[in-house]
Structure formats: C-alpha cells, structure tokens
C-alpha cells in the first residue's frame, strides 16, 4: 500500500520545477515572496532539502515568514567566508575604501596574516570568519598588546582587524564587529621633531666632512635637499622622476606613493635654491629618468639600507635619533624623534610660520587641512601672541602687568583727601583724620 506523501502546511511552501530543477517557492495573498532553488532535478531529494530549509510550521504573517528566511539565510552564510579566503575577498570587495593607499593595505595584509598565524596555533578549529568570538579577539589582541611598542601601533593593528571585518560582516552573515568592543588605548605616539635652521645647516654641511662614510654621499645630499624644499616623503624624494620636474613652470607635479589609491597629486613650487641643487644634479648625473639614479636604484632593492644611512648623518651631527619611553608610557622600545620624516615637519612648520595658507600647504604636501593643522594652529598662535606687543595699551603678559609699579603714597594720601574733603557727612574719626591729612 502506498505511503501517503507528507505535506508542507499552508504558508510553508511548494516545490515546483523549473527546467531541470526544483525550486522551492513561497506565496503570500497569492503572490510569490520567495524562491529558492534547491539545487536538485530529483524529486525525493529536493523534498528532503526543503524540510530541511523550511521546516514545518505555520507563518501566519508576511513578516514572520521574512524574518525566518533571513534567519537561515544567515546561518548559511556563516560559513561563506573562510579566514583562509577573507583577506582576497576584502581586497577586492567593493564596500572596501578603494581611496586606501597600497602602504596601509599592506599593513593591514601583514597583521591579518600575523592574526591567522596566532590563531592556527590557539584555535585551530576555527576556520570561518563567523567564528571569531569576542572572547578570541580579546585573547589575540593581550597578545598583540604584549609585542608592540606603542599604544599607536597597538590601535592601528586593532582597528585594521575591525576595518576588514566590517567590510566582510554581511557576506559572513553576523551582526556584531567584535573587534569595535576591544577598548582603544590613550595615544602614547612621540612625533618626529622638526629641524632647526641651524641643525639643517649642519645637516647639509655634514656630506662635506670626509669623515662621514657613506654610500652615493653626493646624491644623498641632493635627497636631503630635495626633502628639505618639499617636504616630501622618503619614497617619493628617492624616486623623484625628471619627468615630474618643469622647470620652465618652475614646478614638481606628482602622485605620491601614499596617496596612489586615491589618485591624488601634489604640486610643490621650485624655488631659486632648490632649482640650483636641481641643477647640479643635472650636471652630475644628466637628466633621464631618476634625478638620483644611484640612491633611486638602492631604495628599490634595500630600502632599510637607505634609511640606516640617513639615520647615521643625523647622528653624526650630534642629534639623538631614538629616545627612551618616558616612566609610565607603555612603549617596550626606543622611539625616534628625529629622522627622514623630520624633514616633512620642518617643511610645514617654517612655510606655516611665513605666513603660508594651510589651503595651499595642503595641495604641496597632499595632507590634509585636518592633518596640517597641528603644525598651523601652533603658529598661529605663536603670531597671535606675537602681534598682541603692538596692540596699543596692551600688556604682553601676565607677569608684566603683576609687575607693575604700585601707586606713591603722595598719590594715596591726596586722593584719600580728596574724597574726604568732598564728603558731605562726615563722622567723627573722619573730620579728626582729615585735620591729620592736612597738618601732614
């Protein structure tokens, strides 16, 4: 005898066949809410795979029935995105911030694999991005906390752990960033010093002194001189292109390294001593393709080894590159308070203070306005007290004006007998210090 066939209940659904496969298909007020495809041309299969999709069950409302097919749609998309596959799909995801330069991808390329890398060694059996649990994220960022040498460091390691998943969160089927629920440390980051006028000086006359051993030591000077005249990057000084220079314009138009994803260029003026250090490098060493050739190729193949000669010219006239952590800053190593980058501040800061627009520090340099501001606001207010001296009437400080001279007695004494002579009642005591103040 055969067996009657179990029916799906009303609302739950149907199967149908399309093609070759069978779909499974929901009405609500005779209208189609959904289809699904079952993946299957045989019957009994495609049965068991709706069961198992839409169990049974009574969906009185459209909302109910949204709300369970969203909720299997996520629990199927949890395993979608593996961690071995996450890092691919974020980089080509379109909801990523194709404005991210190529250097901070990287950065955040080398951290993910530093977290997968910690992870097969705790958690081995964790393989989809679903399964990152704030308990885990808690767990590797103690971790990352215990390697680091700077709050800095150990937020921008966090926060390009969030950025990824963030971007990845819809297609992992979860709702929650666990790594936005890992506390940020208070900023413990040292800025690189700017040079003074005098320390630049002794910079550039530091490559004259046969002392100082150093690869390329001409084209070196030039590298430092074309930082000082730019303020830009190490990278982009190194790799200055003669086709990025018109001197008939007198000016260097390029698209920082940095800011290559965005596609953003800058456009730095030539001045007459810049336009002289040019010029010498032309008669060096011609002008076709890299304006340093030499320290251009080094950079490509060993850039630490261009840095470490930078660092040693620093040295040599005396400065200190690397500090201790001061008592109570978190930092487990030295920091560098003066290097390549120092040359950028110097740039910023004396154009700022030579009354420079930040509008226009900002298409030099490609930062931006937000960014420049530590070095303009700073000036500014050094102008502003500055110009305070020629305000007529006021006092240049505070201590100026509690150093004042108090008033003579013979002052005090004739506008207290003023006062008491133009009074009208008079006390006792009053008339009797009045006779006092005139016998005296």
Known sequence: MATAKKRRTKGSGSIVKRGKVYYLVIKEDGKVVSKKSLRTGDRKTAEQKAEELLPNFDLK????????????????????VKLSQAWEMFYTSKFRRQQTAEGTLGNYKRNYERFLGW?????PTCKTLSEITLKIAEEYA????????????????????????NVLMHDAGISENVWERIPRKPNDSIGKKAFTEEEVGRLLEAFDDESLKLMHKEQMKILFCIALFTGMRLADCALLLWRDID????????????????????????TP???????????SWGMDGYVIPAVAERYQQNASGVSDDIQKVISFIG?????????????????????FHSFR??????????????????????????????????????????????????????????????????????????????ATDLTDREKMLLALLKEK
């Open 142 to 165: 103690q971790d990352v906390e215990d390697m680091i040498i700077s709050n800095s460091t150990y937020n921008y390691h966090i926060r390009g752990m969030a950025t990824i998943t």
């Open 319 to 339: 400065l200190e590159t690397n500090i201790e952590p001061e008592v109570g800053q978190s930092r487990k190593r030295k920091a560098v308070q003066y290097g």
């Open 273 to 283: 001593a810049f336009r002289e250090k040019l010029q010498e490098a032309a008669d």
């Open 61 to 80: 409302t459209k909302e109910e029935f949204v709300a369970k097919v969203a909720e299997i749609r996520r629990l199927k998309s949890q395993d979608k």
């Open 247 to 270: 001197l008939k314009s007198g000016m260097i138009s390029l698209m920082p390294v940095k800011t290559k994803g965005s596609r953003k260029r800058i456009t730095a003026p030539l």
């Open 119 to 123: 992870l097969n060694r705790n958690y």
């Open 345 to 422: 501040h110097t740039f910023c800061s004396h154009s700022a203070s030579n009354g420079m627009p930040v509008a226009l520090l900002s298409e030099i340099t490609g930062d931006s306005i937000a960014t420049l501001q530590k070095y303009y606001v700073k000036i500014q207010h050094q102008a502003l007290h500055k110009a305070a001296t020629a305000i007529p009437g006021l006092p240049v400080t505070a201590k100026e004006v509690s150093q004042e001279q108090p008033a003579p007695k013979h002052a005090i004494k004739e506008n207290l007998l003023a006062e008491l002579q133009n």
